[in-house]
Nanobody, 127 residues
């Protein structure tokens, strides 16, 4: 069973940067479709960035150009570099993986496609 653990959240001022990490254990994460999601208070969870087995990436319009997803296959770790942070980026950020397939081409923000989730890490951006 794949286990995902996020870290790197914190509190920053608007314009600042954070790098989130998602460490995977249990299975090698190099080939799964994976994604970053976030949920702000009172709002539904939304997709932020996703990556497929072939290196394809997708970003939400709200973060494109500011956030960068990367992964280190050797370390089984997924990253989300977040720059030019805005107060509206405040949320709990979750890492997710679709372990149903050994390789996956989907770039989706539909959370029902992901069957492994981390516990989340809080990101707070103050103005």
């Amino acid at each position: 069973q794949l286990r995902l653990v996020e870290s790197g959240g914190g509190s920053v001022q608007a314009g600042g940067s954070l790098r989130l990490s998602c460490a995977a254990s249990g299975y090698a994460s190099g080939s799964y479709c994976m994604g970053w999601f976030r949920q702000a208070p009172g709002k539904e969870r939304e997709g932020v960035a996703s990556v497929n087995s072939y290196g394809g990436k997708r970003y939400a319009d709200s973060v494109r150009g500011r956030f960068t997803l990367s992964k280190d296959t050797a370390k089984n770790t997924l990253y989300l570099e977040m720059n030019s942070l805005k107060p509206e980026d405040t949320a709990i950020y979750y890492c997710a993986a679709d372990t149903r397939w050994t390789r996956c081409s989907l770039l989706t923000f539909a959370d029902q496609n992901y069957n492994a989730w981390g516990q989340g890490t809080q990101v707070t951006v103050s103005s």
